[in-house]
């Protein structure tokens, strides 16, 4: 069961109040259970990315945990999921080279298995700037890392989903996407246009019970907000109708809940995790 979840769904077989009289909570009990089940995480070793491994770890996924550059820090992480008893293997990629990401795939099903769980959590960054002033490489950078990357996945990954008649595609879009701020047109276009190929992804391969949904952070707080007390930023806060900043873990409890099976009939979805500092129109 996932910790974060605890005491909003319950645990089957605890005693919880309800009014003058106390009630057992019977099996049936909602429940985060990703048990039996492995999850990969692009971008592993990044903040959010930290955030989103621990909490499927915590729901009792085994994890892939995917970096780039930093393989001191999934040594680390990984270290981490040995200690709570997850089984879990560390894989470098190169996320935009096709023949890289085949080579992910060959390596996890031949050291751990195939996945059931992706997250697409990794993107390339870059320095903000206008549209005039703002790089050609910039918006190609940022078209791999959130178009490319996801249409490589789906092509390696997504066959063996097919085959189970199983799966959980779960892409980490944001904010900025509905937004449209100045200074954000390559990240902007990326993500919008990872948005247009998972919407129709979800389509195409949803008669084989696999979802395809994506997850949109506001301005969280991270470790590294956390490690610089910057936690606060009022301007933002006041615009947002919460009248607070929500943190890495609202998100990665997101991610836990499309990955679990109380989410097998939302797919195609575009969730917002901003206190409602932006909200998707019907």
């Given at each position: 069961m996932c910790a974060?979840?605890?005491?909003?769904?319950?645990?089957?077989?605890?005693?919880?109040?309800?009014?003058p009289v106390r009630r057992r909570v019977g099996q049936n009990a909602l429940r985060i259970d990703l048990r039996d089940r492995l999850a990969l995480v692009t971008g592993s070793t990044g903040q959010l990315g930290r955030a989103i491994v621990r909490t499927l770890a915590d729901c009792g996924a085994d994890v892939v945990l995917h970096y780039f550059r930093q393989d001191d820090m999934a040594?680390?992480?990984?270290?981490?999921?040995?200690?709570?008893?997850?089984r879990s293997v560390c894989i470098q990629c190169d996320i935009t080279d096709p023949s890289a990401v085949e080579r992910m795939r060959d390596e996890t099903t031949k050291r751990i298995g195939e996945p059931d769980i992706i997250v697409s959590n990794a993107v390339a960054q870059y320095s903000w700037t206008n549209v005039l002033d703002q790089s050609l490489a910039d918006y190609e950078s940022q078209f791999r890392s959130c178009v490319v990357q996801n249409v490589?996945?789906?092509?390696?990954?997504?066959?063996?989903?097919?085959?189970?008649?199983?799966?959980?595609?779960?892409?980490?879009?944001?904010?900025?996407?509905?937004?449209?701020?100045?200074?954000q047109s390559a990240y902007v276009s990326?993500?919008?246009?990872?948005?247009?190929l998972l919407r129709v992804l979800a389509r195409e391969i949803g008669e084989h019970q696999i979802t395809v949904n994506q997850v949109a952070p506001g301005w969280m707080i991270s470790e590294g907000v956390r490690a610089a007390g910057t936690e606060r930023q009022e301007s933002y806060e006041a615009q947002v109708p919460l009248r607070r900043r929500g943190s890495d873990q609202d998100v990665a409890n997101t991610v836990a809940f499309l990955a679990s099976d109380l989410a097998s009939f939302i797919t195609g979805a575009f969730i917002s995790v901003s206190g409602g500092n932006v909200m998707p129109t019907i």
């Amino acid at each position: 069961m996932c910790a974060a979840f605890s005491n909003l769904f319950g645990c089957g077989g605890v005693e919880q109040p309800t009014g003058p009289v106390r009630r057992r909570v019977g099996q049936n009990a909602l429940r985060i259970d990703l048990r039996d089940r492995l999850a990969l995480v692009t971008g592993s070793t990044g903040q959010l990315g930290r955030a989103i491994v621990r909490t499927l770890a915590d729901c009792g996924a085994d994890v892939v945990l995917h970096y780039f550059r930093q393989d001191d820090m999934a040594a680390l992480l990984q270290k981490e999921m040995d200690q709570r008893g997850i089984r879990s293997v560390c894989i470098q990629c190169d996320i935009t080279d096709p023949s890289a990401v085949e080579r992910m795939r060959d390596e996890t099903t031949k050291r751990i298995g195939e996945p059931d769980i992706i997250v697409s959590n990794a993107v390339a960054q870059y320095s903000w700037t206008n549209v005039l002033d703002q790089s050609l490489a910039d918006y190609e950078s940022q078209f791999r890392s959130c178009v490319v990357q996801n249409v490589l996945l789906a092509k390696v990954f997504a066959p063996a989903m097919i085959a189970k008649k199983r799966g959980r595609i779960i892409a980490i879009n944001t904010e900025c996407a509905m937004q449209c701020q100045p200074m954000q047109s390559a990240y902007v276009s990326g993500k919008r246009g990872m948005d247009g190929l998972l919407r129709v992804l979800a389509r195409e391969i949803g008669e084989h019970q696999i979802t395809v949904n994506q997850v949109a952070p506001g301005w969280m707080i991270s470790e590294g907000v956390r490690a610089a007390g910057t936690e606060r930023q009022e301007s933002y806060e006041a615009q947002v109708p919460l009248r607070r900043r929500g943190s890495d873990q609202d998100v990665a409890n997101t991610v836990a809940f499309l990955a679990s099976d109380l989410a097998s009939f939302i797919t195609g979805a575009f969730i917002s995790v901003s206190g409602g500092n932006v909200m998707p129109t019907i």
